[in-house]
C-alpha cells in the first residue's frame, strides 16, 4: 500500500524568505508523485508532478520539488515565498497499477508573516 | 481547459433525509471521477472511484448503501447521502483525471460542504 507523510502540520515564513515542505512516500514501485495546494474557500490546485525523467521538477507560482528515490521524498521549495501563499499544501502519491487512485499526505499549513 | 465543477458548494440539511451532490467535468469527458471527503483541518481521504457506466468502486470502511454514487455520463458524477447524520458533516470533492503519458492527472472539483442538523 501506498502512503505519504508531511512531517510539518504548520509552517510559518516571512514574506520575501524561501520555503521547503517535506514530504516523504512509501510504495513498492516508481511512484507518481504531486504537488497541490488548496486555498481557504477553493478546490484543489495543482503546483506540478513528477512521471519521471529530471528530477528537479518545475511548477506553477514559482514552486519547485525534487525526487530524491534514496530518500523517497519529494520536497517542494520556493525561493521567494508571497502573501498569496498562504494556503495548506498536500503531497500526494498515485500509481498505475493502483488505478491512478490518489493518497494523500496529511498537508502542511503555510502562514506568511508580513 | 480541465475544469471539474461541484454542486452545490455548499448544503444544510436535517438529519434522515438524503442529499444529493454533482460533479461535473466541464471542458472534457471523464470515465472515471473520484469522491473525497476532508474533515476539517485534516487530509483528504479517498471514498470511491465512480466508473461510468458501471457500478463505482468504494474503498473499505466507506458504506456503499450510505453513499450512493451514480455516474450517469462521460461528464457528470453524482454522489448521493443518504438519510444524513451529523456525522456525515463533512467537505466532499470530487476529482476527474486526464489521461497522459502513461498515468494520469486529477482535476478537482471545488468541494461542496454539507451540513446535516
Known amino acids: 500500500a501506498q502512503s505519504v507523510t508531511q512531517p510539518d502540520i504548520h509552517i510559518t515564513v516571512s514574506e520575501g524568505a524561501s520555503l521547503e515542505l517535506r514530504c516523504n512516500y512509501s510504495?513498492?514501485?516508481?511512484?507518481?508523485l504531486f504537488w497541490y495546494v488548496q486555498s481557504p474557500g477553493q478546490g484543489l490546485q495543482l503546483l506540478l508532478k513528477?512521471?519521471?525523467?529530471?528530477?528537479l521538477v518545475q511548477g506553477i507560482k514559482g514552486f519547485e520539488a525534487e525526487f530524491k528515490r534514496s530518500q523517497s521524498s519529494f520536497n517542494l521549495r520556493k525561493p521567494s515565498v508571497h502573501w498569496s501563499d498562504a494556503a495548506e499544501y498536500f503531497c500526494?502519491?498515485?500509481?498505475?497499477?493502483?488505478?491512478?487512485?490518489?493518497?494523500f499526505g496529511g498537508g502542511t499549513r503555510v502562514l506568511v508573516k508580513p | 481547459g480541465a475544469v471539474v465543477s461541484q454542486h452545490p458548494s455548499w448544503v444544510i440539511c436535517k438529519s434522515g433525509t438524503s442529499v444529493k451532490i454533482e460533479c461535473r467535468s466541464l471542458?472534457?469527458?471523464?470515465?472515471?471521477m473520484f469522491w473525497y471527503r476532508q474533515f476539517p483541518k485534516q487530509s483528504l481521504m479517498l471514498m470511491a472511484t465512480s466508473n461510468e457506466g458501471s457500478k463505482a468502486t468504494y474503498e473499505q470502511g466507506v458504506e456503499k448503501d450510505k453513499f450512493l454514487i451514480n455516474h450517469a455520463s462521460l461528464t457528470l458524477s453524482t454522489l448521493t447521502v443518504t438519510s444524513a447524520h451529523p456525522e456525515d458533516s463533512s467537505f466532499y470533492i470530487c476529482s476527474a483525471p486526464i489521461s497522459g503519458r502513461g498515468t494520469d492527472t486529477q482535476y478537482f472539483g471545488p468541494g461542496t460542504r454539507l451540513t446535516v442538523l
Open positions: 500526494a502519491v498515485g500509481a498505475l497499477a493502483a488505478g491512478n487512485k490518489l493518497t
Open positions: 510504495y513498492g514501485a516508481t511512484p507518481y
Open positions: 513528477y512521471f519521471s525523467g529530471d528530477t
Open positions: 471542458d472534457f469527458q471523464a470515465t472515471t
